[in-house]
């Protein structure tokens, strides 16, 4: 692959006639189901969501991007999807817990032993792959992250509980890169919220996600959608001890946050996949204001380590803003390479 290649971090921005964008917007990403957000019909569901994924990958290969994901088309939230989908939770009497922001909200309960009894998104990558054929990448949710977004009314405590998600997403990856997957990326955005909680047991079930994955893994820690999270810190409480885990490459957020990129110094073994793209507003950015949250990085990280994406995912953004701010990034990317001397 070319250096600096473009990427989104996940999610794309569902249709209108998919999925009710107004409801989605105005609460905080459900935990538990929420079938009340999809526009279609149960029984045709399946088929609109294969044809806002072929809408999602299409809109990602006109902007030229060079790893393309599936948009997330199926998902009501980043992690719902998949924990909801394991054995051991009671779905129908869901707990409660508190959110990144400090609010409760309805979760997935733990009532048993934490078991991926299925394949959860390998159709889903399948159907991804058969539809291009670019560099393909799927997202799964962290059991870190999983562990925090449930009530645990089984386990001895959260550690234990963190340990059996993990083992499920273990499964889930294997299955993906088996299935054709070419980068498989996991979410742990809870161990930049709770970094004592991910300190304490939450590397340590990342690391058993990754037992035995031999192939390109990913992880994404950021501060929260900007659409939800609006107060952005200027530095990351989790992310040098990432140096040690097996990941090959770690997501961060830069645009909005400015962060301070000296800590990617810490991270010098890691492929960066650098948030350049503010989600706070629909404005598009200019391709030369971009390419420079890119050249921020040229101290720490060579551009051959480097992938150009946005800050988290674009699910809340207007389809005509996304598709701007891709444009960007790809503009940005070939202005860049031109700079460097490559084709």
């Known amino acids: 692959m070319r250096s600096l290649p473009v990427s989104l971090v996940g999610s794309y921005p569902q249709p209108d006639w998919l999925i009710d964008r107004a409801r989605l917007a105005g609460r905080f990403p459900p935990r538990v189901r929420a079938r009340e957000l999809w526009r279609v019909p149960p029984e045709h569901l ?147 919220a709770r970094p004592d909680a991910a300190r304490a047991y939450g590397l340590a079930a990342l690391n058993a996600a990754l037992d035995g994955v031999t192939g390109t893994t990913a992880v ?42 000296g800590v990617l110094t810490d991270l ?13 507003t629909p404005e598009v950015e200019p391709v030369e204001v971009v390419a420079g949250r890119v050249r921020r990085a040229f101290d720490r990280v060579p551009p051959d380590r480097l992938v150009i994406s946005t800050d988290c995912g674009m699910k809340y953004l207007p389809r005509a803003s996304a598709e701007g701010k891709m444009r960007a990034m790809t503009g940005a990317a070939r202005l860049l390479r031109a700079e460097l001397g490559e084709p």
Do not use: W
Not at 236 to 251: D, K, M, T
Not at 268 to 280: H, P
């Open 46 to 192: 399946s088929q609109a969501q294969d044809d806002a994924t072929e809408l999602a990958i299409r809109a990602q290969e006109r902007a030229g991007l060079d790893i393309v994901t599936d948009g997330e088309m199926r998902r009501e939230s980043y992690s719902n999807h998949f924990a909801t989908a394991l054995d051991g939770i009671d779905l129908d009497d869901p707990g409660t817990a508190l959110d990144r922001s400090g609010h409760p909200n309805p979760v997935p309960r733990i009532v048993g032993p934490i078991r991926r009894a299925r394949q959860v998104q390998v159709e889903d990558l399948r159907f991804l792959r058969a539809h291009t054929d670019r560099v393909v990448k799927m997202t799964v949710p962290g059991p870190f992250t999983m562990s925090q977004q449930a009530q645990n009314d089984h386990y001895p405590d959260a550690e234990a509980a963190a340990m059996d998600y993990a083992a499920a997403v273990n499964a889930e990856i294997r299955d993906l890169f088996a299935a054709g997957a070419d980068i498989v990326q996991i979410d742990e955005p809870y161990m930049q």
């Open 268 to 280: 010098k073994d890691k492929t960066i996949i650098l948030g350049v793209i503010d989600l706070s």
């Open 220 to 261: 994404h820690i950021c501060f929260g959608y900007a659409a939800i999270i609006h107060e952005r810190p200027e530095a990351y409480s989790f992310l040098p001890e990432l140096a040690a885990c097996p990941v090959r490459q770690v997501s961060i957020e830069t645009a909005q946050s400015g962060l301070d990129l």
